[in-house]
């Protein structure tokens, strides 16, 4: 009998150390022996009588020690039920706990263990209090755990599970959400155990806790210290993924892939959706939506039960969407709808966005209608009010849109989409042309820290300042912004703009030497924008009454300009003739004489063809295009010297009376015209000569009288006495 007591103690003392899979994170039990058992049996004659309390104790450590846990818990808690005061009851109720604690029946080895560790005599309390903490925490005790294990290092700091129950700690405090307590518990336990086997384990969930508390570059120092050191260690798949974590939070998102794609290599098939999964959303981060979509397809598609299977489907519909591949979005983002009722919402708003892509810009507002009126609101409100209000928007309901995003930005200051609101609010202002209002948004947009919006703010209220003909303030601007392009295109529309305002403001040279670079650029003669800038600079090289050069510009800019061209063709014609080219004047402007009469530079190109006709002694030629205008709503300043050449065409071919009336016509009508004072002397000299020597009396008289100080009121004097 006395052997088999001591069987028992040694298959007690040398409990199974066994793995116990818990939160994801393996970790081992501590070792569980046999209590000092001191039963009669193991003093007394062999041949001594045994009474029937220690022949049930006895028959239940022979179950113990064949591994039969399970019956020897009944039979221990069969002795105890019927002698709860016997002296071995403490060992007993301390066996009941190890079968429990072997069960993975923990609640039950909690309950035995806690009478046992009030026993003064019991002699094994490091042991079982190693054994209370372990149960603790596998029954997500953690608090209580972390405190039963605390109680151990401190009260028996020789004994030999110290080193467990302060790895174990550490495990406590980050389960139970101190993370900070459990960061200091992991340097504290490196520092005291530098060799220990549970270094990994430490090491590992330090950086867990350091992760947690946002200390990303510290929990990335931690899980590379543990890949350098522990190669091969339990915790090496999750500390390659956290690793990348901790570097993607970093905002090192390539080098995060690198850890990816790394742990998607190692991983056996059951881990590698976590891989796939963790290296797909990162390359959405970096735009790399093509091999995102492949990457989540795969965690969708191969591994369906996984616990990322269901968000890997939701980002694989936006990763569609984000590459263009509407239909493939609509498809993926329906079904996550249909099917995931934790991701419906945000599936439609993906739905939302293929409509918005697809420029279905009614059908999107409903849907987001829909998701704002959802009850409870949907975590994403605030992105659906601002796409709803975009679609407005772009339904070119500006007036209406203007009033959404105001009033998003006053329900929502605080928002990372607050200087989005503000921007397309100044947007919409600017397109109603009311460019004061658009300017005090972009001001505001100004004001708040750098966003996405920071620079199409600047662009457009540079814009806002150019169409409120502040000239120097939107100089300013675009030079600011000509600064920071880093796109060449950009950068030649910006300086075009500053050509512009010095263009606008008068300052010909300056606008010159603006605009004459980005007209030599490649880039302007195909971008029917960047085009205009020949125009302008043909025009203040024009101004400055530099007509060769201004002629080339103009012809260079009718090479390559598509569209209505008739303005610049008018300015060539006219460069070319204070280039005294009068030849090409004329072959320039003949075609636009053919235009239609009502067009502005049409008017222009007839009389300035006119002229050229009729100092050619081509007077019919000339009478032809001058009659166009006549016949026109022609406005003051072209009608009088229309009307007034035509009179001295009248007037050598010796159509006095002709003359006469045009030239009446041109004093009458036009009095405030250059021309009208001699068109008036001149009609009486043409009365006079039509023979019709009353009214060319009145005529002169007239003109003698009403203008005084003209160099012809002494002739019109003469030739009135002459008449008379």
């Given at each position: ?71 020897a818990a009944d039979g221990y808690r069969e ?94 405090l980050n389960l139970g959400k101190k993370h ?279 662009e457009l209220d540079a814009e806002n300042l ?259």
């Open positions: 009998m006395k052997s088999s007591l001591t069987e028992w103690r040694r298959a007690l003392r040398l409990a199974c150390v066994a793995s116990a899979a818990f939160t994801g994170v393996a970790f081992a039990k501590p070792d569980a022996a046999a209590p000092n058992v001191r039963l009669a049996a193991d003093s007394a004659p062999q041949s001594q009588e045994v009474d029937a309390a220690t022949k049930k104790l006895m028959a239940a450590h022979g179950l113990f020690q064949r591994g039969l846990f399970k019956l002795f105890l039920a019927q002698n709860p005061q016997h002296p071995e009851a403490t060992n007993a109720r301390y066996a009941l706990a190890v079968c429990a604690y072997r069960l993975n029946d923990y609640p039950a080895a909690i309950e035995s263990i806690g009478p046992v560790l009030k026993d003064a005599k019991f002699e094994q309390k490091d042991e079982a209090l190693a054994v209370l903490g372990y149960c603790q925490l596998a029954g997500k005790q953690y608090d209580a755990a972390q405190n039963t294990f605390a109680d151990l290092v401190v009260k028996y700091p020789k004994s030999k599970h110290v080193e467990s129950a302060s790895v174990y700690q550490v495990q406590a900070e307590a459990a960061a200091t518990a992991a340097a504290e336990f490196a520092k005291n155990f530098p060799k220990s086997a549970e270094r990994p384990t430490a090491l590992y969930f330090e950086a867990l806790s350091l992760r947690a508390l946002g200390r990303n570059e510290e929990a990335a120092a931690a899980l590379t210290q543990l890949n350098q050191d522990h190669p091969d260690s339990k915790y090496k798949l999750d500390a390659i993924l956290l690793l990348g974590q901790s570097l993607d939070a970093q905002g090192k998102t390539d080098a995060a892939i690198e850890q990816y794609r790394q742990m998607l290599a190692l991983a056996p098939e059951a881990r590698k959706a976590d891989a796939h999964y963790s290296l797909g959303v990162a390359l959405y981060k970096t735009g790399k939506y093509e091999e995102a979509a492949k990457e989540l397809g795969a965690v969708a598609t191969d591994s369906p039960t996984s616990p990322y299977a269901k968000p890997a489907k939701l980002q694989q519909g936006l990763a569609q969407l984000a590459i263009g591949k509407t239909a493939d979005a609509r498809r993926t983002l329906s079904a996550v709808a249909q099917d995931d009722a934790a991701r419906a919402a945000d599936a439609q708003s993906g739905l939302a966005q293929c409509d918005i892509a697809d420029k279905k810009f009614d059908s999107a507002r409903n849907t987001l209608d829909s998701l704002a009126q959802l009850q409870p609101p949907p975590p994403n409100l605030a992105q659906v009010l601002l796409d709803r209000a975009v679609c407005v928007m772009e339904l070119g309901k500006f007036e209406d849109a203007a009033g959404e995003f105001q009033s998003f930005a006053g329900k929502y200051p605080r928002s990372p989409q607050f200087s989005e609101a503000v921007y397309r609010q100044a947007f919409c202002l600017h397109k109603l042309g009311k460019y004061e209002q658009s300017h005090a948004a972009c001001e505001q947009v100004a004001k708040l820290p750098a966003s996405e919006m920071t620079t199409p703010a600047a150019f169409l409120l003909a502040k000239y120097p303030e939107a100089q300013k601007a675009f030079t600011s912004l000509a600064a920071g392009a880093k796109d060449d295109t950009a950068k030649l529309r910006y300086q075009f703009r500053q050509g512009q305002c010095e263009y606008f403001a008068g300052n010909y040279d300056r606008a010159v030497a603006l605009l004459e670079p980005v007209s030599q650029d490649p880039l302007a003669a195909k971008s029917p924008d960047l085009q205009q800038a020949i125009f302008l600079l043909g025009d203040a090289l024009l101004q400055q009454k530099k007509h060769e050069e201004a002629a080339g510009a103009f012809k260079k800019y009718l090479a390559s300009a598509k569209g209505e061209k008739r303005e610049a063709q008018c300015k060539l014609g006219l460069a070319q003739i204070g280039a005294k080219d009068s030849d090409a004047a004329k072959k320039t402007l003949a075609p636009l004489t053919q235009g239609p009469p009502d067009d502005p530079w049409v008017q222009r190109a007839l009389i300035e063809y006119g002229q050229l006709c009729y100092n050619a002694k081509q007077p019919d030629e000339a009478a032809k295009a001058l009659g166009k205008l006549a016949n026109a709503n022609t406005p003051a300043d072209l009608a009088a010297p229309a009307t007034y050449l035509l009179g001295w065409i009248d007037f050598d071919a010796k159509r006095y009376a002709q003359a006469a009336e045009k030239w009446k016509t041109v004093g009458e009508n036009y009095p405030k015209h250059a021309l009208a004072a001699d068109a008036s002397f001149q009609s009486g000299v043409a009365l006079k000569e039509a023979g019709k020597p009353d009214e060319a009396l009145a005529a002169l008289q007239n003109f003698a009288a009403s203008h005084p100080e003209s160099p012809n009121a002494f002739k019109a004097r003469q030739l009135a006495a002459a008449v008379l």
